[in-house]
Each structure stands twice: as structure tokens, then as C-alpha cells.
T-cell receptor, first 108, second 112 residues
Framework: QKEVEQDPGPLSVPEGAIVSLNCTYS??????FMWYRQYSRKGPELLMY????GNKEDGRFTAQVDKSSKYISLFIRDSQPSDSATYLC????????FGAGTTVTVRA | DVKVTQSSRYLVKRTGEKVFLECVQD?????MFWYRQDPGLGLRLIYF???????EKGDIPEGYSVSREKKERFSLILESASTNQTSMYLC???????????FGEGSRLTVL
């Protein structure tokens, strides 16, 4: 079993739609939960970071963590073409473990 | 503005050549990392370093080595490049005990 599983996508949605991205993990030692965004031909950049179960909002983005189910999600509300990117979940114990990424295209 | 700079964005090498990928960070970070990124496999950790002259193997170190002679510089070395090392290579740095990695823009290596 892989340590991190991410819904593979790709996803294509119309502008204004809600985007839902999901990852599961198996390592109970993971303490920090992150989402990175990677634009084409660029390195990943941190989008959201949390360490507790529950929801964390930042503008149009909501990160959700369920430690009991070992499941995290990222929701993007009112999606924009500028949100088109690959989104990677990441988990931290003594090093970061990444999901394979989900490529999202928001159509204008 | 934080900056991780990878010296080459695109390289084409031949099988058996020695390849050097250079990475420099200007944030005085202790930790530096080398990942490779392949479609469907995500980011896989090759090597990392928590201090000058210190290195630790990641998940896929075979066929690679690293050098960290100065705090700001972390080099990835492919002693004898092979076609299965064709990939995007990403360097990153972070402060100690921090979850956020700062990535460079990547070096796309093609081995023919």
C-alpha cells in the first residue's frame, strides 16, 4: 500500500465551479498536512498548511482534514482560470511525502 | 523574496555521461532536498541534507550522489546517466523543523 494516495484526475471544470481534491494516507505519524500548487513549468509552492482535524479557510480555498479516516481534501470555490495547475497533497513527519498530484483545468 | 535557483532549466545528456545539477538558495536555510518528479509518481525524494557536509538518502538514492560543501549550495550528481533518469529534478530548501519547502523551478533532464 502506498503511503499517500491522491485522486489522479485530471479534472476539467467550468469557471465558477467548486473543485474538490482528495488524498488518503496510511502513516499515523503524519502530523502536518499541506497542499502545494504547481503551475506548468514551475516548482511547487505551498498553498495551505494545517496540523489539526477540521476545516481551514483561506479566501476561496478550504483545507479539510479527517485524522480518524486518514483523509484530507482541498476545496476551491468560485474557481478561476488562474487556478489551473497541478495540486499536490503533502504530509510531514521527519520529511515530506507527496501525493502524485491532480491536474486541474478551469475553463473560461 | 525567497529564492531557490537551479542552474540549468533544460539539459540533454548521453547515456554514461556524468551530470551535475546545481542548486543555490539565498534564505540561509539549513535543510536542502533533491526530488525527481515523474507523471503518475509525484515527487520522490532522492537525497536531503540537514547541514553542511551532511547528507541522508531519501527514497530513491540509487544512481545518484550529492555534495554540500557550503550551506547555500546543494549539488546532485549522476555518475553515469541512464535513460531511466530522464525526469524533472526539483531542488528545495527549508528552515529546520519547518513543514514548508521552497522549491526551485526545476531542471528537466533528458538522457539519450
Amino acid at each position: 500500500q502506498k503511503e499517500v494516495e491522491q485522486d489522479p484526475g485530471p479534472l476539467s471544470v467550468p469557471e465558477g465551479a467548486i473543485v474538490s481534491l482528495n488524498c488518503t494516507y496510511s502513516n499515523s505519524a503524519f502530523q502536518y498536512f499541506m497542499w502545494y500548487r504547481q503551475y506548468s513549468r514551475k516548482g511547487p509552492e505551498l498553498l495551505m498548511y494545517t496540523y489539526s482535524s477540521g476545516n481551514k479557510e483561506d479566501g476561496r480555498f478550504t483545507a479539510q482534514v479527517d485524522k480518524s479516516s486518514k483523509y484530507i481534501s482541498l476545496f476551491i470555490r468560485d474557481s478561476q482560470p488562474s487556478d489551473s495547475a497541478t495540486y499536490l497533497c503533502a504530509f510531514n513527519d521527519y520529511k515530506l511525502s507527496f501525493g502524485a498530484g491532480t491536474t486541474v483545468t478551469v475553463r473560461a | 523574496d525567497v529564492k531557490v535557483t537551479q542552474s540549468s532549466r533544460y539539459l540533454v545528456k548521453r547515456t554514461g555521461e556524468k551530470v551535475f545539477l546545481e542548486c543555490v538558495q539565498d534564505m540561509d536555510h539549513e535543510n536542502m532536498f533533491w526530488y525527481r518528479q515523474d507523471p503518475g509518481l509525484g515527487l520522490r525524494l532522492i537525497y536531503f541534507s540537514y547541514d553542511v557536509k551532511m547528507k541522508e538518502k531519501g527514497d530513491i538514492p540509487e544512481g545518484y550522489s550529492v555534495s554540500r560543501e557550503k550551506k547555500e549550495r546543494f549539488s546532485l550528481i549522476l555518475e553515469s546517466a541512464s535513460t531511466n533518469q530522464t525526469s524533472m529534478y526539483l531542488c528545495a530548501s527549508s528552515p529546520p523543523l519547518a513543514g514548508e519547502l521552497f522549491f526551485g523551478e526545476g531542471s528537466r533532464l533528458t538522457v539519450l
